[in-house]
């Protein structure tokens, strides 16, 4: 079977974050744990697993993610990553509708070669204080706390600025404790002007991931945020890991636009049986 492995949200090897890709052929998906150990053996962030649906129904494929821990329910790069094979191959055009945990997702192709993804708007709820232990754990003071719903699981921390989001190293064992799945810390940018206008970095030691490189799926919660705060809908958040990313988000209400590249660096055979 066919294993690729994907660059999200850039457009060069070796940059962005990346994600396994397998497509299945079968109607259906093995066993849960015959997935996580090969989601566990690959050891991304995240692998997707994807079998193609029958015509005429309301999605074209079946999606899963996984950490090299467990499944998760929303997951932006993998999906990007997915959605860039099925294109690359010549399995799809157009747009392609999946079915996943979250709902359906749609990922669309323009001709420049992104992707856009069609996501649910994440639901911010503030807290009306930080956390006891998180300013702490994450290695800064919070100026806001938001609660990110039940799709991601996360909690969106925005710190002072720019310089103090690069600089974090966050005690990740301590960091467990205060969210489901992880710690989107974030901060509007320096100087908009290099072509972004906030940055991002994702915690996420619950799932198995310290730090992730460019997680999608927060951006359905940054999105919101900064609009709210910037007052445009159409903005570029820069995650600023050590591999680096770019995804322009576009909210539309209860749904988010998030664009980005994507490039396919390994194209390999899995030598086992699902």
Do not use: K
Not at 47 to 53: D, E, G, I, N
Not at 139 to 163: F, K, M, N, Q, Y
Request: with cysteine.
């Amino acid at each position: 079977m066919r294993i690729r492995i994907v660059d999200a949200f850039t457009d060069r090897p070796f940059s962005g974050n990346p994600a396994g890709v397998l497509l299945l052929e079968s109607a259906a998906f093995p066993e849960a744990e015959r997935l996580q150990e090969i989601a566990t053996e690959v050891n991304l962030s995240e692998t997707a697993f994807a079998h193609p649906l029958p015509p005429g129904g309301e999605a074209d494929w079946a999606l899963r993610w996984f950490t090299p821990a467990t499944e998760v329910d929303m997951c932006g790069h993998a999906t990007l990553a997915t959605a860039h094979v099925l294109h690359t191959t010549g399995r799809a055009t157009g747009t392609v509708r999946f079915t996943a945990r979250c709902g359906l997702l749609t990922a669309t192709a323009h001709p420049d070669g992104t992707l856009t993804l069609d996501f649910p708007t994440a639901p911010l709820r503030e807290e009306a204080a930080p956390p006891p232990g998180l300013a702490a754990a994450l290695g800064a003071e919070p100026v806001s706390v938001h609660d990110t719903g039940e799709h991601i699981g996360d909690l969106l921390v925005e710190v002072r600025d720019e310089a103090t989001v690069r600089g974090l190293a966050p005690d990740f064992a301590a960091l467990v404790a205060h969210s489901r799945r992880g710690i989107i810390a974030t901060a509007a940018a320096e100087d908009p002007a290099r072509g972004y206008d906030y940055v991002s970095r994702g915690f996420f030691p619950g799932v198995g991931i310290d730090e992730d490189p460019v997680t999608g799926s927060a951006h359905t919660a940054l999105a919101p945020f900064w609009s709210a705060r910037l007052g445009r809908d159409d903005l570029t958040g820069l995650q600023a890991s050590a591999r680096s990313g770019l995804v322009r988000t576009a909210l539309r209400g209860e749904r988010t636009l998030l664009t980005g590249n994507a490039v396919t660096v390994i194209d390999g055979e899995l030598l086992t049986t699902l």
